[in-house]
């Protein structure tokens, strides 16, 4: 009969194991909704979802576990399982996607179709959507195969002991609730700022050791053993090749996604970061050189290829056009505002609105940007990119970010803008050059309590710019804006658009805290005070006039406050509708 402290060492194994696999269910959720979420820009709506679905799954794999006839042969299998799908789902997702995302490129090319004729109906369209929503297919698999945990261990405590355990079940949620808090910790301290595919590697190593150890202890109640042992071997070469390739292996899938060649792909703490690189195959030294020398500091003329930079999969800037947009953004809150001694950027860790503001000759600039890492690629691309790109970054930033007189705050701005605040500083132009409120953390950013904050670090005489979408593709989102900074109790709102090529239709918003309004400030002046690229007087003040109608149903639409998350869920609304962007 086994004894008292055989007994205990059994329950601290058992107990032990199911904490650490609680934490690595949680983790599993993690990994596959945060994957989707930076491959297809649908993190927020993916988490939600894979959660639930995971859950429901889970309580099915509870019930299928009642089906197992030795629950010591069936753990070890599930384990087996379990790492090997944490270990690979990642990659056959990507693979999926990849596929059905070339396979009408591939057919185009070889029957030799125009780019208008590309095969995207039927069953393309179909393939197509089976691989996106692949990551909910594993979720599912994994939660089911999760579920079974829970039972097996129960089972496998009141067989050791010999008898039924009336707080068995409790024990044994008691460690998974807490096995799933801290392997959430572990993914927002450590999980989190790693390669995706090394972190699903380093989960499913824990499902592949508690296996082994339950081997070990557990040696006679198994009827395969050397099968089980064989198939850990395997298993952990898998991991191990997961561990040390599946990164490159997953960039070389996520490549295919984008139009043009992935130069460079980085995780960081807070998105995915990607660049890419089209040959244009022409030198444009000899175009139009005879008005060269008026806008060579603007273009790089003996640069052939056009530099794309996407957050999340989501286009940020297009070396070959982003001059019209930071045009817009920066030339009219700078060219009508009484002075530009002390600028404030939010976000723009890229450093091209930062490049335009310097132009204004300021005596200070601060730059507040959440992404640290973003920040350095930016800031000194030689140290963090390969030459030819870290050359092409700088000359587009014009090493900006290095500049003396610019200081940056590496945090959030929802937050730093109080200590701006309480430090008593005022600018004379505010620059919000945000993401899309895509995402429920930055939806905080665009509310009134934001916008009421950035009014008090405003000077008197200033004027305020803000990114604000598109007002074709998301009309309600652009007009929400500008009710909300009015809301905000600004004097003056006004809002302007033009066509930016790789964007489309997009808007800005400019308010003033007293005084004219922005455009009245702008009739004033003859031209503007820097020459732009770009951006001429007449053209700036033509894109205050909106099409007929525009707003006429500016009052159903409403204003976003802190918690309300109603901008987001107008951005989404719209791009899904409009566009079928998830």
């Keep these: 009969m086994p004894s008292k402290n055989s007994h205990l060492l059994d329950d601290t194994l058992l107990i032990l194991t199911m904490a650490v696999l609680a934490g690595c269910g949680l983790i599993y959720e993690y990994l596959l909704s945060h994957y989707a979420g930076r491959v297809l820009g649908v993190m927020e709506s993916t988490i939600y979802t894979m959660i639930g ?62 780019p208008d004729m590309l095969p995207q109906g039927g069953i393309f369209n179909q393939l197509s959507f089976l ?47 807490i096995g799933a808090g801290l392997g959430a910790a572990v993914w927002v301290v450590f999980l989190l700022s790693i390669d995706i595919s090394r972190a699903a590697a380093l989960t499913a190593s824990l499902n592949l050791i508690a296996g082994a150890f339950f081997i070990m202890r557990y040696w006679q109640q198994l009827h395969w053993r050397k099968t089980f042992v064989s198939l850990h071997f395997v298993l952990a070469i898998i991991i191990i090749l997961m561990f040390n390739y599946g990164n490159q292996w997953l960039n070389q899938m996520n490549s295919l996604l984008y139009l043009d060649k992935v130069v460079h792909v980085q995780k960081t703490r807070y998105q995915q970061l990607t660049f890419t690189e089209r040959n244009m195959g022409f030198n444009s030294t000899n175009i139009n050189s005879a008005s060269e020398n008026s806008i060579n500091k603007e273009f790089d003329n003996t640069q052939k290829n056009i530099i794309n930079f996407y957050l999340n999969g989501r286009l940020q800037f297009s070396s070959i056009d982003e001059h019209i947009y930071h045009d817009y953004l920066v030339a009219p809150v700078l060219a009508g505002s009484a002075r530009h001694d002390s600028i404030l950027i939010i976000g723009g860790g890229d450093g091209l609105a930062l490049r335009d503001v310097l132009k204004y000759s300021p005596k200070n600039v601060t730059l507040i940007d ?60 505010i620059i919000v050059d945000l993401p899309d409120p895509s995402h429920p953390d930055l939806n905080k950013l665009y509310t009134v309590n934001f916008y009421a904050r950035l009014k008090q670090l ?10 604000s979408t598109s007002p074709y593709h998301a009309k309600e989102s652009f007009i929400s804006i500008g009710k909300t900074l009015n809301a905000a109790n600004y004097t003056h709102v006004q809002q302007y658009h033009d066509n930016v090529p790789s964007f489309g239709e997009w808007g800005w918003t400019i308010a003033a805290k007293i005084g004219a309004s922005p455009l009245a400030r702008l009739n004033k002046l003859e031209k503007l005070p820097i020459q732009h690229a770009w951006l001429n007087l007449e053209i700036l003040k033509a894109a205050f006039i909106f099409p007929n109608d525009f707003y006429m149903n500016k009052d159903n639409i409403d204003i976003n406050t802190l918690g309300s998350h109603t901008l987001y869920q107008l951005h989404q609304k719209a791009w899904q509708d409009q566009q079928g962007i998830q």
């Design 458 to 467: 405003l000077a008197g005489d200033g004027l305020i710019a803000i990114q």
């Design 53 to 114: 679905l995971m859950i429901v799954s889970m309580g099915l794999g509870a019930f299928a576990a009642r089906k197992v006839r030795c629950a010591f042969n069936g753990f070890v299998y599930l384990e087996l399982i379990i790492a090997l799908l944490g270990s690979s789902a990642i990659l056959f997702i990507g693979a999926l996607i990849a596929i059905t995302q070339t396979l009408p490129h591939i057919i185009a090319d070889m029957f030799s179709l125009p």
């Design 131 to 177: 691989a996106i929503n692949s990551p909910y297919f594993f979720g599912v698999i994994l939660g089911f195969f999760i579920g079974m945990e829970i039972p097996l261990i129960a089972r496998i405590r009141e067989q050791i002991h010999g008898q039924h355990l009336a707080n068995n079940l409790g024990t044994i949620y008691g460690a998974d609730y």
């Design 370 to 429: 959440l992404d640290s890492e973003l920040i350095d690629i930016f800031q000194k691309p030689q140290e963090h990119l390969d030459a030819n790109l870290a050359r092409k970054i700088s000359h587009l930033n014009k090493s900006s970010l290095q500049d003396e007189r610019v200081t940056i705050l590496r945090s959030d701005a929802f937050i730093t803008i109080n200590e701006l605040l309480q430090s008593g500083q005022i600018f004379d132009a």
